[in-house]
């Protein structure tokens, strides 16, 4: 029934935006609403053929959203669905004496049921490719004097090393799903490659379990089981064991974490690992909007380490991240910088400067595409020389700037015309029919309107003098403004009362006698009204909450 609704088939028509309410409008504040437009659309009101048909639409469309949001079922259905959920069939077998909580309940159960189809019809596949760069030979060549080494040419750069894998999901119930993976991998000339098919089973709402088998030709057979375990509402438990079966014998390995939540942005996690290679391991992780923290300790053979590394994350649109961490052991130690920054809607790019004791400067780019990773570690130096960390930082960071100004923001910029242009084709019908109802709806205000300013006049209050809405473009392009914005003087004018003007936070596209002059794009109100007899002028967002009037709206004579 209503799971056949999908999201994207809902329609634009806000009642709210047409009553001028808040969403959380109570009875009162609808009935006032109601009221006050059936005075000013009601048929009999009007004796011209043509102004009363145009009238009785008008008022059979706010009757329309006060029926719905008056009553509290319809409301709720409104609330999630939109207009066509109230169209549909199937409604009539909800009590009605449910609550809206309640129907939202069943709207969450229709939703699960929807998801588990599109699960059954989806692999969400995966993969990783990764190619290793050794281009040593940038910065540490032989110098010419050496006469019995070949000099002369271009540096000598390869690749020497190689790794992809990929994987699959195939749901088979709502609760079970079959995963399938495999890898190659190759370095220096060598490399083999392994493929694994696991059976995960959700065994309730606390955890699930999953059963893994797998064979290369480097590690032998593999058997693996592990289990996930909600132990409380802050505290879960992973297990993990497999025995890999090689020429050498047998080879077991347990591996145990343990989580909590320390407060609702940091989590701590203990870590045991037994086998080829056993460590304990402790690490705090604080996620936050604004950044991400970690700190780790191990103790393991042959790994012990210290390492902490932060992350702050910029609140743009391009969710651009800096990040450095330093990581100490036995090892050496490694210190690491870097950024990512998404360039597309699906992809993000990201590149880390690695310098390390003994292990030398090396850049790391990753690409994400949606589900898939690319990853190109390129070794520069065994050595800390200062010339390969200052063009391992600057370098990317002046290739990604022009690429960003030569390919990337115009490719975005055409991306977004021709989606803005597909969604213009496709509502120009509905956007007609708007236009149409909102200037029947102007013609309709005229005689309320001039009473209201006479009203308003006699009092010296709250007249509107001009006022548009749309898209506001810069002096250059005045050719085009008059397109993208419409006179809405007069429906604001009919909604002021006893010398005030209050538009809820909601798009004023849906108010009467408004329309959307330029589907897509963001819009604006712009006001030029007198109070008390001076000119006031305020510019207020689409979605924004206005009041009319207000001290800090007043124009400056002496400017």
């Known amino acids: 029934m209503a799971a056949a609704l999908d999201e994207d088939e809902i329609d634009n028509d806000d009642y709210y935006s047409l009553l001028n309410v808040r969403r959380e409008a109570t009875q009162d504040e609808l009935k006032a609403a109601y009221r006050r437009l059936c005075m000013l659309y009601h048929p009999d009101k009007h004796r011209d053929p043509e102004l009363k048909s145009q009238a009785e639409q008008l008022f059979n469309l706010v009757h329309q959203a006060y029926e719905v949001l008056s009553d509290p079922q319809s409301r709720a259905i ?58 040593t030979d940038l910065f540490d060549r032989y110098e010419e004097d050496y006469d019995d080494v070949p000099s002369g040419g271009l540096p000598h750069i390869e690749i020497n090393k190689m790794h992809i894998s990929q994987s699959i999901e195939a749901p088979l119930t709502s609760a079970d799903t079959a995963i399938l993976s495999g890898s190659l991998s190759t370095h220096n000339g060598n490399g083999g490659g392994n493929i694994t098919m696991a059976l995960r089973k959700v065994t309730s709402a606390k955890g699930w379990g999953e059963v893994e088998v797998g064979a290369g030709d480097t590690h032998g057979p593999l058997f693996g089981l592990k289990i996930f375990r909600n132990l409380t509402t802050r505290c879960f438990l992973t297990a993990q064991c497999g025995m890999q079966f090689s020429s050498r014998g047998v080879r077991p390995g347990v591996t145990t974490v343990l989580a909590r939540h320390l407060d609702k942005n940091t989590m701590g996690y203990l870590q045991w690992r037994w086998g080829t290679q056993s460590s304990m391991n402790t690490s705090i992780v604080r996620d936050t909007k604004s950044s991400h923290f970690t700190f780790a300790m191990q103790l393991g053979i042959p790994h012990t380490f210290m390492m902490m590394s932060y992350q702050y994350k910029f609140q743009n649109e391009d969710q651009t991240k800096v990040k450095g961490s330093v990581k100490s052991g036995f090892f050496g130690t490694v210190v690491e910088y870097g950024a990512e920054t998404k360039i597309s809607r699906h992809s993000v790019l990201g590149a880390t400067v690695s310098v390390g004791v003994p292990q030398g400067v090396s850049l790391k780019i990753k690409l994400n595409r949606a589900s898939q990773t690319y990853f190109f570690p390129i070794h520069l130096t065994d050595q800390l020389m200062p010339s390969a960390i200052f063009y391992a930082t600057v370098g990317p960071l002046v290739f990604y700037l022009a690429i960003q100004r030569l390919v990337i923001r115009p490719y975005v910029r055409s991306q977004k015309e021709q989606e803005l242009e597909k969604h213009r084709q496709s509502s120009a019908t509905d956007i007609a029919k708007k236009k149409q109802e909102a200037e029947s709806a102007v013609l309709l205000m005229q005689e309320g309107v001039r009473r209201i300013i006479e009203a308003e006049e006699s009092k010296m209050g709250l007249i509107i003098l001009n006022a548009w809405y749309g898209k506001f473009v810069t002096d250059n392009s005045r050719k085009h403004e008059r397109a993208r914005v419409i006179d809405v003087t007069v429906p604001l004018q009919c909604l002021v009362k006893d010398s005030k003007l209050i538009l809820t936070e909601a798009s004023k596209a849906g108010l009467p006698g408004f329309y959307d002059p330029c589907v897509g794009e963001e819009k604006s109100l712009k006001v030029l009204y007198q109070f008390r007899g001076v000119m006031h002028q305020v510019l207020s967002g689409d979605s924004e909450p206005l009041r009319i009037p207000k001290q800090s709206h007043r124009i400056d004579n002496d400017t």
């Open 78 to 135: 409104y609330d999630i669905y939109g207009k066509r959920g109230l169209e549909v069939e199937g409604w009539e077998v909800i009590e009605r004496k449910r609550t809206p909580a309640e129907i939202r309940e069943e709207f969450e159960r229709l939703q699960r049921e929807r998801e588990e189809r599109r699960l059954q019809q989806r692999t969400n596949p995966k993969g990783t490719i990764s190619v290793g760069v050794d281009a």
